[in-house]
């Protein structure tokens, strides 16, 4: 008898959910969401959604509600812009999605059953209240959504590995896993390590986009690349997880015997290192989190006091082997720059303790991202930063003038000064334009003081009259001259633009490509042995491809050649070809061998966009360029120069397309890149006058995103435009594009394009997502 009682009371409690969730549903209409009657036109739907967007889009929209806001809006448009799903709602108020079954079937089930077919069952059709409490209390402030994650999330896993968990409601196993989970984190998030929880249930596209298909998961995130937990969820198995995330090289094992090496290379690796002196067997995962996240600026040892082998290296330094000790070495190793002693070492401390001394003394400049940081840019009269730069050759025979700088800037350590050095022969351009006089100071050292006054390059300053050769005179006139700055900036008199630094540790592009390579063959392995069938889909269909491909490239080639050899009459001697007038030119033309930079670019038409768009395969992308009518010629010949050498890769297409035919499909495009094409109040006589041309859009159809390249604009464009054309070949007949002023203009729009393609291609590039691609009409 209480048997029956309970399952009615069940029944009850199920009915009452399934009229909730009935509820729900009808109050979701997406013609009163996009303002729109049930009769109207597709131009007018497309109109209402473009002008919701704009307003409402969470990148422009600071309203908290503006996110659940443009979600209900993009799903609104999803329905009534596919002809089908529009009449399945006005027939039978269905808002979900198919669940699997085949169309005749549904249409079939909908015949009998229209009632039930416009909800379905899964994880998220429960939703007790005592669930929704235990989720918004211990998970609320990690909860992750998809721009959160695209825009924050994966940029700050460069410094730092994320730990995040994919949960449900009406998830047992969740509920299972929640007291572990808890204590994981209030471990490792006071260690530095991220934490995040999506809710699978509400956050679906961010799910689908992690690759989770099932609940509980748990999966690591670093340098934007994504790892699966596998194990059994316990507290030992999900630490040593995040550990074996990290990179095996971050901390180096210091001893007595390499500890001068390691110290020494200070000078090639650019870096302050860091000694951490404590009495653990193994590297406290503490010390590793913060390696990764300095690894930029500093390099890092351990040194574990309790081995034999450390005793010479604790009494030079003279180390208490019961408290953690931390030394920060600089250009001179027999004495540490900074010293801290803890018995906790914690986070903050360590933080503050590594932010003070992420440079050297006299640090040589070897990146522009160096440069920017070193001297940064003056903001105010009271934030005034100057650089103190020697301009100095490599060899001992340079290296008495800069141990005298070493020094003097040693003894003159202030905030508003930094000194640095670098080498005239790795950074010609830069050192070109600061010097004044070539002839006297060629081959000699030079000491230049400036200001830099913004991002673009613009700098004041001033040069040493004399070449610096660390003698106490240069001393004193340098000393003077730093004495008057704080009095009279005027001082620094010169005003030029500087040229951007050289990369001079950036590997080479052979050696990036080959780590891609083996990071995507690592990845393959470890989804061999843990994925399941659905996530091994993409990688067995792309090797059984290949494998066709190749197989079938081969028996044709064998057919080919067979019929070839045995229908071929015998060879005769070729006949010279007939002469010809001499207006006669078809045969020269016709006949020309390709020149290097000739790349294949078709244009982007309502013809070809869907197949090299729409449907772009997996793993393709389509790198477009923004030209016009007047600006074609000269911006697709200077386009195939700059992606000439990237044409060997198969997973790129290039297109154009053109700005007076499709205008509106780009302006709607750009409004999802943030800040990359502002928006009007209201369509003003300006509107249709903003300049695209140059612009170029790396288009991922299958993932629906994109990649934005700015046109590069100088002041100086129209400077250097009198230079003489040349012309290799005078009989040749061909148009000279560079003999004119304003193409060459227009050229210089695409400057280091070919650098935004090698970070195309190692994907450090920002991605903006969009709901669905627009029709190009």
Excluded at 248 to 264: A, P, Q
Excluded at 621 to 638: F, G, H, R
Aim: glycine share 6%; proline share 5%; net charge neutral.
């Amino acid at each position: 008898m209480e048997t029956k009682k309970l399952s009615i009371s069940l029944l009850v409690v199920l009915f009452l959910i399934l009229i909730l969730q009935i509820l729900s549903a009808i109050d979701f209409d997406p013609y009163r969401i996009l303002g729109v009657s049930r009769t109207a036109s597709q131009a007018d739907i497309k109109k209402a959604y473009k002008k919701l967007a704009r307003e409402w889009h969470p990148d422009k929209n600071k309203d908290p509600g503006a996110e659940d806001k443009f979600i209900q809006i993009s799903k609104a448009y999803e329905i009534l812009s596919n002809e089908e799903k529009r009449l399945n709602f006005d027939r039978y108020g269905d808002v979900g999605e198919n669940q699997g079954f085949p169309q005749q079937q549904q249409q079939g089930h909908r015949q009998f059953h229209p009632f039930h077919e416009s909800f379905y069952f899964d994880e998220s059709f429960f939703h007790f209240p005592f669930n929704s409490e235990r989720r918004d209390s211990s998970d609320e402030k990690y909860l992750l959504h998809f721009s959160h994650y695209v825009n924050e999330i994966v940029p700050d896993s460069f410094k730092k590995p994320y730990l995040i968990k994919i949960t449900s409601d009406w998830c047992f196993s969740c509920i299972h896993i929640e007291p572990i989970w808890k204590e994981v984190v209030q471990e490792l998030e006071g260690l530095g390590v991220g934490i995040g929880v999506v809710h699978a249930g509400y956050e679906r596209r961010l799910a689908h986009h992690l690759g989770a298909h099932s609940t509980p998961s748990i999966l690591g995130l670093i340098n934007g690349k994504i790892t699966f937990f596998h194990n059994a969820v316990v507290r030992e198995n999900l630490r040593q997880f995040v550990e074996g995330l990290l990179p095996g090289n971050l901390v180096e094992k210091i001893t007595d015997k390499n500890y001068v090496r390691f110290l020494s290379n200070w000078k090639n690796e650019n870096k302050p290192h860091v000694l951490l002196f404590d009495h653990m067997a193994l590297v406290p995962l503490l010390y590793k989190l913060t390696a990764f996240a300095y690894r930029d600026y500093l390099s890092f040892g351990y040194v574990y006091v309790g081995l034999q082998g450390t005793e010479e290296l604790s009494s030079q330094y003279n180390i208490n082997v019961y408290t953690p000790t931390m030394m920060v070495f600089k250009e001179h190793i027999d004495k540490p720059a900074d010293v801290i002693q803890a018995r906790g070492m914690k986070k903050q401390l360590i933080d503050d303790f590594l932010s003070q001394n992420k440079f050297l003394m006299a640090s040589r400049l070897t990146s522009q991202k160096l440069f920017q940081e070193l001297c940064p840019v003056k903001r105010s009269h009271r934030q005034r930063k100057y650089c103190v730069v020697l301009i100095i050759g490599e060899g001992e025979k340079y290296s008495a003038g800069y141990e005298a700088f070493l020094a003097f800037a040693l003894a003159n350590t202030k905030d508003t000064v930094r000194f640095v050095h670098i080498y005239g022969s790795y950074q010609q351009e830069f050192v070109e334009t600061l010097r004044m006089d070539r002839e006297r100071f060629w081959g000699k050292s030079v000491v230049v003081i400036l200001e830099r006054r913004n991002n673009a390059g613009r700098v004041l300053f001033k040069a040493l009259d004399a070449p610096w050769t660390g003698s106490k005179e240069d001393n004193f006139i340098l000393l003077d001259l730093l004495d008057q700055l704080r009095t009279d900036p005027g001082i620094l008199s010169s005003d030029i633009v500087l040229p951007d630094l050289n990369d001079e540790l950036a590997p080479i592009f052979f050696l990036r490509w080959i780590y891609s390579a083996v990071d995507y063959i690592s990845d393959g392995w470890d989804n061999l042995f843990h994925s399941n069938w659905r996530e091994m889909m993409p990688l067995l269909s792309l090797i059984f491809s290949a494998l066709f491909i190749l197989f079938g490239t081969v028996i044709v080639q064998a057919f080919s050649d067979s019929s070839e050899e045995r229908d071929s009459p015998p060879s005769k001697k070729e006949e010279p070809p007939p002469k010809s007038d001499k207006n006669d030119t078809s045969f020269t033309k016709d006949n020309r061998v390709p020149k290097k930079g000739f790349v294949e670019v078709t244009e982007l038409t309502d013809i070809t966009y869907t197949s090299n768009l729409v449907r772009l395969r997996p793993g393709h992308i389509n790198v477009v360029l923004v030209l016009s009518n007047p600006t074609k010629t000269a911006l697709l010949q200077k386009f195939a120069l700059e992606v000439y050498s990237f044409t060997g890769s198969s997973s790129l297409h290039f297109s154009f397309l053109n700005l007076d035919k499709h205008r509106e499909w780009l302006e709607y495009v750009l409004e999802f890149a943030q800040d990359a094409a502002p928006i009007p109040n209201q369509y003003d006589k300006h509107f249709l006058e903003r300049d695209y041309t140059g612009y170029v859009l790396a288009l991922n159809g299958h993932k629906k995103y994109f990649c934005l390249f700015k046109p590069h604009r100088s002041e100086e464009d129209g400077e250097s435009l009198g230079s003489p054309c040349e012309d290799s070949d005078p009989g040749e007949t061909r148009v000279k594009f560079s003999c004119n002023p304003q193409a060459k203009s227009v050229k210089n729009k695409l400057n280091k394009l070919s650098l935004w393609m090698e970070r195309l291609l190692e994907g450090s590039l920002q991605r903006f997502y969009i709901p669905l691609w627009p029709a190009l009409d």
